[in-house]
C-alpha cells in the first residue's frame, strides 16, 4: 500500500508539476520581448489608459479609460471616462464626452466598446462594457452632439456574466465576449490549468438571449470585417484569432484560427483593407506580477488576408515597457495608428 501510495502521489505532483510549465508557456512568461518602434507621441488627456479604441469610417475615435480590473494594478481612484478623437483634426487631441441620463457615473468602470451606426438617420450609438462594483452589464448611449452621450439603456443578463468585448450589430443587438466561464477565479484558475476551453461568445437582442460560439480558454476582443460576413475573436490564452462566419439569422459557423504567437487582447479592422489590428501582451507574468522596475510590453500585431490560407503576419510595434505599458488595442486610420493600454497611457503614431 505504502509504494501504491508512494506512486500516486508521485504521480499527481508530476502532473500538477506539467500544469504549472503548461500554465507558464499560456503566459509566455519565459518569451522575450519583441522590439520594433514608430513614429508616436502620447495623446493628450489620457493618463489611466485606454483599455479600447474604436475608429469610426469618418475619423471619429472613442476611448474607454481609466478600466478598473479584477487582479491587474489601477493608477486612479476616480471613475472611468469616455473620449472621442477627432483624427482629421492637425493636432487630435481626446475630448472627455458628457454623459447624461440616468447612469451612475461614479461607479462608471467602461472596458471594451463598440459603435453602431444606423444607416436611415446616421444615428451614432455607443456600446460598452461596464463594470460597476466588479458587476457585468452593457450601456448603450446615443452620440447626440459633439461632445455629448446620451445613456439609454443597460443590459444584464445571466449569459452575459464576465463580458470582456462587444461587436454591436443593431440599435439593441450585440455579440460579447465572456473572458470567465465561472464567477469564482479559483475555478476559472482551474479551467486554464486542466486545458479546458468553456468560455463563450453571446448575442443579445431584445427578442432572444443565446450562446453564439464557445470552447475559449478566454475569450476577449471580437470585431467584424468590413463587408460584415466575417467575425473575429481573440481567445487572449490560447494565442489565436477564431474567425466565424456570420450567417443569417445571426448564426455564426466556425471556419478557422489562426495563431498569433501572443496574449491578444482587442481586435480592430482596417476599414479599408480588411486587416486586422491586434493590441497583444509580450508577457502575461509581467502584466500578472506588476514590477515597476520589469514593466510588462506592448506589441501590435498585423494581419493582412485572413482569410486566405497563408495569411501574412506582421510585427508593426514592440517595446519592452519604457513606453508604453501593457498594450490592449491598436486601431488605424489612413496611415495613423492609436496603440491603447490597460492602466498606463496611449500613443499616436506614424505609420507612413
Known amino acids: 500500500m505504502k509504494k501504491v501510495l508512494a506512486a500516486v502521489v508521485a504521480a499527481f505532483a508530476a502532473f500538477i508539476g506539467y500544469k504549472f510549465l503548461k500554465l507558464n508557456e499560456m503566459m509566455l512568461a519565459s518569451r522575450e520581448m519583441p522590439l520594433k518602434y514608430l513614429n508616436c507621441q502620447y495623446l493628450k488627456n489620457i493618463e489611466y489608459g485606454a483599455e479600447d479604441i474604436t475608429i469610426l469610417k469618418d475619423g471619429l475615435a472613442f476611448l474607454s479609460t481609466g478600466l478598473k480590473y479584477p487582479g491587474l494594478p489601477s493608477f486612479s481612484d476616480e471613475p472611468g471616462k469616455i473620449y472621442i478623437l477627432d483624427l482629421l483634426h492637425p493636432k487630435p487631441t481626446p475630448v472627455e464626452l458628457q454623459i447624461k441620463g440616468e447612469l451612475d457615473l461614479n461607479s462608471f468602470n467602461p472596458h471594451g466598446i463598440s459603435v453602431y451606426t444606423d444607416e436611415a438617420d446616421d444615428s451614432v450609438y455607443l456600446f460598452v462594457v461596464n463594470h460597476p462594483e466588479h458587476k457585468s452589464q452593457v450601456e448603450i448611449f446615443h452620440l447626440v452632439q459633439e461632445d455629448t452621450l446620451v445613456h439609454l439603456k443597460t443590459i444584464a443578463h445571466p449569459l452575459l456574466h464576465s463580458v470582456n468585448d462587444i461587436l454591436a450589430v443593431g440599435k439593441e443587438s450585440f455579440y460579447a465576449t465572456n473572458d470567465h466561464y465561472f464567477a469564482s477565479d479559483v475555478l476559472h484558475f482551474l479551467t486554464l490549468i486542466l486545458d479546458y476551453p468553456m468560455c463563450e461568445v453571446v448575442y443579445y437582442s431584445p427578442e432572444e438571449v443565446r450562446v453564439a460560439a464557445n470552447g475559449f480558454l478566454s475569450a476577449n476582443g471580437i470585431n467584424i470585417s468590413p463587408d460584415k460576413r466575417y467575425i473575429y475573436v481573440s481567445d487572449i490564452v490560447g494565442?489565436?484569432?477564431?474567425?466565424?462566419?456570420?450567417?443569417?439569422?445571426?448564426?455564426?459557423?466556425?471556419?478557422?484560427?489562426?495563431?498569433?504567437?501572443?496574449?491578444?487582447?482587442?481586435?480592430?479592422?482596417?476599414?479599408?483593407?480588411?486587416?486586422?489590428?491586434?493590441?497583444?501582451?509580450?508577457?502575461?507574468?509581467?502584466?500578472?506580477?506588476?514590477?515597476?522596475?520589469?514593466?510588462?510590453?506592448?506589441?501590435?500585431?498585423?494581419?493582412?488576408?485572413?482569410?486566405?490560407?497563408?495569411?501574412?503576419?506582421?510585427?508593426?510595434?514592440?517595446?519592452?515597457?519604457?513606453?508604453?505599458?501593457?498594450?490592449?488595442?491598436?486601431?488605424?486610420?489612413?496611415?495613423?495608428?492609436?496603440?491603447?493600454?490597460?492602466?498606463?497611457?496611449?500613443?499616436?503614431?506614424?505609420?507612413?
Not at 471556419?255 to 504567437?261: D, F, Q, R, T
Not at 483593407?273 to 500585431?301: F, M, R
Not at 505599458?325 to 506614424?350: N, Q, R
Request: proline share 4%.
Open 239 to 352: 494565442h489565436d484569432i477564431k474567425v466565424y462566419e456570420r450567417q443569417q439569422g445571426e448564426q455564426l459557423r466556425f471556419l478557422k484560427s489562426v495563431a498569433v504567437g501572443s496574449l491578444c487582447d482587442n481586435i480592430e479592422v482596417d476599414h479599408r483593407t480588411g486587416d486586422i489590428w491586434l493590441g497583444c501582451h509580450p508577457n502575461g507574468q509581467k502584466l500578472v506580477k506588476y514590477d515597476p522596475e520589469d514593466l510588462a510590453g506592448s506589441e501590435v500585431i498585423r494581419i493582412k488576408n485572413i482569410l486566405s490560407e497563408k495569411p501574412v503576419m506582421s510585427l508593426e510595434y514592440g517595446d519592452d515597457g519604457h513606453v508604453l505599458v501593457a498594450s490592449t488595442v491598436a486601431a488605424p486610420f489612413e496611415g495613423k495608428l492609436l496603440i491603447g493600454s490597460i492602466f498606463h497611457k496611449a500613443l499616436y503614431c506614424d505609420l507612413k
